[in-house]
């Protein structure tokens, strides 16, 4: 089973994989937990290259083969072989991010997106993504926190550098593909309190077992 967090800048994607994984792990199933950018050696590379805050010049073109080619080794190296041995894979951003952040954000052709997808994908599709959504000024307030709280977290934040309209693009993106695809997203109110939201994805969890079953 392959589940997805998405959502915007601080949106709490990562605190909730967190708790997520170690309640499935003691369900009983095999969880593994990664992300994009930079979950492969090769990956972490490319993460470094796409996050740096110096990269100021980046093209959208280079950003977006950036992301796919660091996605490609991902679905190879990790993501393939852990549900081939029936693990539950927990990604933190997958390929709906370069829909929302190259495509509605950088204005980067979505036909074009969705071709490279089919190259690098070749069919693999979550089953289950979780829009952990909240409004784009709380969810930046936290993001810079965190930034400002690790000695080297300053040359990580090429995104939060953009103007708070960008953001507020990739949220109404984000909202906008799980009207599309009602039957693969939930969009949980991450503007709430860790438990709360950990119970909702839970229920979501749960009731996606159910359905399959
Ligand atoms: P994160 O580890 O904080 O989620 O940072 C990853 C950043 O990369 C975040 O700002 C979103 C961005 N991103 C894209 O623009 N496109 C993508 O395809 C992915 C996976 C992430």
Request: aromatic fraction near 8%; hydrophobic fraction near 40%; charge should be negative.
């Amino acid at each position: 089973m392959f589940i997805t967090f998405e959502g915007i800048e601080g949106s709490g994607k990562t605190t909730q994989i967190e708790i997520l994984v170690p309640v499935l792990q003691a369900k009983g199933y095999e969880c593994i937990a990664t992300r994009e950018p930079g979950a492969t050696k090769i990956g972490h590379k490319i993460r470094a290259i796409l996050l740096d805050s110096a990269h100021t010049t980046m093209l959208p073109v280079t950003e977006f083969f950036l992301y796919e080619a660091d996605r490609a080794q991902h679905v190879h190296e990790v993501i393939k072989p852990a549900l081939a041995a029936n693990k539950v894979v927990v990604s933190d951003r997958f390929f709906d991010a370069t829909t929302v952040y190259q495509g509605h954000g950088r204005g980067f052709d979505l036909e074009l997106i969705q071709q490279v997808h089919g190259v690098v994908l070749g069919g693999l599709r979550p089953d289950l993504t979780l829009i952990l959504d909240l409004p784009v000024h709380v969810g930046l307030e936290r993001a810079w926190q965190r930034i400002n709280s690790q000695p080297h977290g300053l040359s990580e934040n090429r995104f939060e550098n953009e103007a708070l309209a960008f953001h507020e693009t990739i949220r109404q993106g984000y909202l906008r593909l799980a009207i599309g695809e009602p039957e693969r997203f939930r969009v949980i109110d991450a503007f709430r309190d860790q438990q709360t939201i950990h119970k909702d994805i839970a229920e979501a969890f749960e009731e996606y077992v159910a359905q399959r079953s």
